[in-house]
């Protein structure tokens, strides 16, 4: 096998039983996706692909360690066992640690071509229909609840104040996903972005009408229209 497939089929392993949304299927996911937009931007594709494979494995959400994210032990023991070479797996840390909504509200990241494909890539799955199952089910896994009515929003949170978070999804999705179009980089990723944005809109529009919910919830939701 060559290491691709060897870190592929470690990671898919790994996270075989994970609960929180963060699986192999969202690993795969963005893993194609940022293949396609590093197909079309001429990035590096093994760089992408490592990077896209590992880039959740040592992510704060599953080890519940913050300095799991600077380490990345387990990434770099994935290839390690696969045989990646040391300048390529340094590449490969320095992109996965540069991605990540909680990073960006930390301030602007300085990213390459392939980190920022990444980047893309991964918030991409973080929209759409697909982000909204994921928000329910990661709230769910933390017993953050479904919608509380009087939960609103918070802005300008910091880096401590967002990991921290116990929002219920409606909540999470004003806080975070309904933000994501705007820090897309790539073209192709900006389209997409856009049409997954608006599915997000049309449901919440819809859960609030079905949920009787406060006229200051469809307000709120105007300015993402």
């Known amino acids: 096998m060559d290491i691709i497939t060897k870190v592929a089929s470690a990671v898919e392993t790994y996270l075989k039983q994970e609960g929180s949304g963060h699986d192999w299927q969202h690993i795969y ?66 992109t996965i640690k540069s991605i990540g909504y909680s990073k960006s509200l930390a301030g602007a990241q300085t990213r390459s071509l392939e980190a920022s494909i990444l980047s893309d890539a991964d918030m991409l799955d973080a929209l759409g229909a697909v982000g909204l ?34 929002a219920p999804s409606v909540t999470h999705c004003f806080e975070k996903l309904l933000k994501l179009r705007t820090l897309m980089v790539t073209k192709a990723g900006k389209g997409e972005a856009e049409v997954r944005h608006q599915r997000m809109v049309t449901f919440l529009n819809d859960f609030f009408t079905e949920a009787a919910a406060p006229p200051e919830w469809h307000q709120l939701l105007k300015q993402f229209r």
Request: aromatic share 8%; hydrophobic share 35%.
């Open 29 to 94: 996911r963005v893993w194609q996706t940022a293949l396609k937009l590093a197909e079309e931007a001429g990035a590096n594709t093994e760089i992408v692909s490592l990077a896209a494979l590992l880039h959740d494995v040592d992510d704060y959400k599953l080890t519940n360690d913050p300095t799991s994210e600077e380490k990345l032990p387990t990434a770099r023991k994935f290839m390690a066992e696969a045989g990646v070479e040391t300048a390529l797996t340094e590449l490969v840390c320095t």
């Open 133 to 166: 199952a994921r928000t329910f089910t990661y709230c769910g896994h933390k017993g953050n609840g479904m919608f509380d009515p009087e939960a609103l929003p918070r802005e300008g949170l910091t880096q401590a104040e967002y990991r921290k978070n116990a």
